[in-house]
């Protein structure tokens, strides 16, 4: 296991506090009625920059942490608050210069191209997938509004009945198609997942056509008794995220218990694996850390040429065999809640505890820190950042750095500085490496901030 074997070989810098270079508050939190929006995720943009998606809106931020963009503008955002059950922020995907995502939408958007044909009915109220040109800060892409030379997820483009039934809740890109996963709003909803191909034109600089012969259907689940669509009309009763693993394998991970492998070409499931309790099991399986009003989306699949793929899979941190899905190996996952590569080896963390696997499932070191997990941390190398929760700090956000060093035969976990955030954050908060800086979204603030 050499540290040299991981790919980008630069640590994040090192320093004493954090300083704000710039940052922007979070209008769209919901205020103290319907609570905050969930903590959006951050992204690095190829220009240097900073993305941030809370749910609501994407929010573009320059180098220095200055803002750029706001999609959609303030004039044409949500309205009000949405229901409970939709303060949802899903990750974003950027490829070719378009930030993709799905987006809470109560209102019209105008994308850049204007086309008189759109159906100006369909006014949203789902989650949809948009994509922002990341240049101009425009709509480039909108689910209710496909164009004339393509049109979005089957059930979106054409009637506002059909635009209500599904939620987009994942989205990836990588350079010949987006791949969406999508919830139905059906009385047994399914989870879908779907590829678009890009396409353009005279007429619209941007359009998806459908890449796949059909959509991939991974699994059903009843709904509680009592409960029908039309009393969740917004909600999205599952959060997934979608990976690829750098061998031809589309990977979608779901809070349900349930991960799978497709052929991101055909979309023909390859595998999928679940827990002990799933969904066509007495219901769904959702750790008890998922179990979280804002319905934040999981972990991605963690899988890399000759290893495992390691997910959090219903009650366990597993390694599963990358061409047929069977178990390798698991632990407990206990309070774990995030999992990512950080150099040649798995790292999971949450609650106080932050522990490193081996690709053959062998613990390298497991940390019980005096700090609580907060949010997603960001992996650069053989270094990891995670935000936590100090008591001793003043407003309680703290960076606590881990590295793994070598030691012998295989690498070790090894605790680093714990660094203050700046007081004008607060947990819980999500972290991204961009360049030699670092950014941090809270559910009120995003800001990119510089070690001293």
């Known amino acids: 296991l050499a540290l040299d074997a991981a790919p980008g070989a630069e640590r994040p810098p090192a320093g004493e506090r954090l300083v704000e270079l710039g940052g922007v508050d979070?209008?769209?939190?919901?205020g103290e009625e319907a609570g905050p929006f969930a903590v959006g995720h951050a992204l690095a943009t190829p220009d240097g920059g900073l993305a941030v998606a809370t749910g609501a809106a994407v929010h573009g931020l320059d180098h220095a942490g200055r803002p750029r963009f706001r999609v959609p503008l303030p004039a044409t955002a949500v309205g009000t608050a949405?229901?409970?059950?939709?303060?949802?922020?899903?990750?974003?995907?950027c490829r070719d210069g378009v930030l993709w995502t799905p987006l809470w939408i109560e209102r019209w958007l105008t994308p850049a191209r204007d086309d008189a044909r759109r159906d100006r009915a369909l006014a949203g109220r789902f989650l949809a997938l948009v994509g922002v040109d990341l240049a101009g800060g425009r709509v480039a892409w909108w689910d209710g509004?496909?164009?004339p030379l393509g049109r979005g997820p089957e059930g979106f483009a054409l009637a506002r009945p059909l635009a209500e039934g599904r939620h987009v809740v994942a989205a990836l890109a990588d350079g010949a198609r987006v791949y969406v996963a999508l919830m139905t709003k059906e009385q047994e909803p399914r989870l879908l997942v779907d590829a678009w191909a890009r396409d353009a034109g005279a007429a619209q600089a941007l359009a998806l056509r459908p890449a796949w012969a059909a959509a991939a259907s991974l699994f059903t689940r009843e709904r509680p008794d009592g409960a029908d669509?039309?009393?969740?009309?917004?909600?999205?009763e599952v959060a997934a995220a979608l990976a690829l693993d750098g061998e031809g394998r589309l990977l979608v991970t779901t809070d349900a218990g349930v991960v799978a492998a497709l052929d991101p070409l055909t979309?023909?499931?390859?595998?999928?694996?679940?827990?002990?309790?799933?969904?066509?099991?007495?219901?769904?399986?959702?750790?008890?850390?998922?179990?979280?009003?804002?319905?934040?989306?999981?972990?991605?699949?963690?899988?890399?040429?000759g290893g495992p793929v390691a997910a959090l899979l219903?009650?366990?941190?597993v390694g599963l065999d990358p061409a047929t899905g069977a178990a390798l190996w698991s632990h407990p996952a206990a309070d774990l809640a995030w999992v990512t590569r950080v150099g040649p080896a798995v790292v999971a963390y949450g609650g106080r505890t932050i522990a490193a696997f081996g690709p053959d499932g062998v613990e390298l070191g497991r940390i019980?820190?005096?700090?609580?997990?907060?949010g997603e941390g960001a992996a650069q190398g053989a270094t990891l950042l995670v935000p936590a929760r100090s008591t001793r700090a003043a407003r309680g956000l703290v960076v606590s750095r881990l590295e793994l060093s070598p030691e012998g035969t295989a690498p070790a976990l090894r605790r680093g500085p714990v660094v203050p955030a700046p007081g004008s954050l607060a947990p819980p908060a999500n972290l991204a490496i961009v360049g030699r800086r670092l950014a941090v979204v809270t559910p009120a603030r995003a800001a990119l901030l510089a070690w001293e």
Not at 26 to 30: F, G, N
Not at 82 to 93: L, N
Not at 314 to 317: D, F, R
Not at 368 to 374: I, W
């Open 145 to 147: 509004d496909p164009g």
């Open 368 to 374: 019980a820190a005096h700090e609580v997990v907060v």
């Open 26 to 30: 979070l209008p769209e939190s919901a």
């Open 314 to 317: 219903g009650e366990q941190l």
């Open 229 to 236: 669509a039309a009393s969740e009309p917004v909600a999205a």
């Open 82 to 93: 949405p229901p409970t059950g939709a303060r949802f922020a899903a990750r974003m995907s």
């Open 267 to 305: 979309g023909d499931p390859l595998w999928v694996a679940q827990a002990a309790a799933g969904p066509r099991e007495g219901g769904f399986a959702r750790r008890a850390a998922a179990r979280r009003v804002d319905r934040a989306p999981p972990p991605p699949a963690v899988g890399w040429p």
